[in-house]
């Protein structure tokens, strides 16, 4: 009776930890799923993104990506460690092409567009953004967003954090060739651009 006992114990036990962890997570597909290729347009429309921005009328392509380490994009931009408060060890760097069909007046929010793996997510790092994107001119303070005008689009570039200890040692040594998406809008249908090397 003590062995039963305690097997129904731990049985129970572990079905409420797995639904905790899985059940009410919003990453696990709360909403319905649409994943898009790399080049293919993805448009906000009625849609919010993470932490529930709007962002009508603006669509995203993903063009590139790439992972580098922080001494090599410092080398590529002329910039020593003291020009910035934090950098972490690798980034992803994402270019997209941005495009403004509405009359939307706040423009894209970075923030809203973090990106997911199968066990973990990271976001975007504004200062070596704004390093990145001529527009902004090394303004810290400016690289959390971009506007475009109506009817027209523009090439930005958006460098995600890549700190190792947000990752298994396993997966940070083989950062290319994890399943990762760019996650563009959360609901009422969750939109990923899936990320490829």
């Not at 036990?13 to 799923?33: E, K, M, S």
């Not at 392509?61 to 380490?69: H, K, P, Q, T, V």
């Not at 931009?77 to 941005?98: A, G, Q, R």
Request: glycine share 4%; proline share 5%; hydrophobic share 35%.
């Amino acid at each position: 009776v003590i062995i039963l006992t305690t097997v129904f114990v731990l049985i129970a036990a572990w079905c409420v930890r797995y639904y905790t962890l899985n059940g009410t997570f919003p990453i696990h597909d709360q909403y319905p799923l649409e994943v898009y290729k790399m080049h293919e347009t993805v448009e906000f429309g009625d849609c919010v993104s993470y932490n529930v921005y709007e962002q009508p009328g603006y669509a995203i392509s993903l063009e590139s990506a790439r992972i580098i380490n922080s001494d090599d994009y410092l080398k590529e931009l002329d910039k020593k460690p003291e020009d910035f408060h934090y950098l972490s060890p690798k980034y992803l760097e994402l270019t997209l092409t941005v495009s403004n069909n509405g009359d939307y007046p706040n423009g894209l929010t970075f923030y809203a567009l973090p990106v997911l793996g199968e066990n973990w997510y990271t976001f975007y790092d504004n200062e070596i953004t704004a390093c990145i994107n001529p527009f902004f001119n090394d303004d810290f303070n400016q690289g959390h967003a971009c506007a475009v005008r109506k009817n027209t689009s523009t090439t930005i570039k958006i460098a995600y954090n890549l700190y190792d200890y947000h990752f298994r040692e396993s997966t940070y040594g083989n950062l290319e060739n994890e399943k990762m998406w760019l996650w563009v809008t959360l609901r009422p249908i969750d939109k990923r651009i899936e990320i490829k090397f």
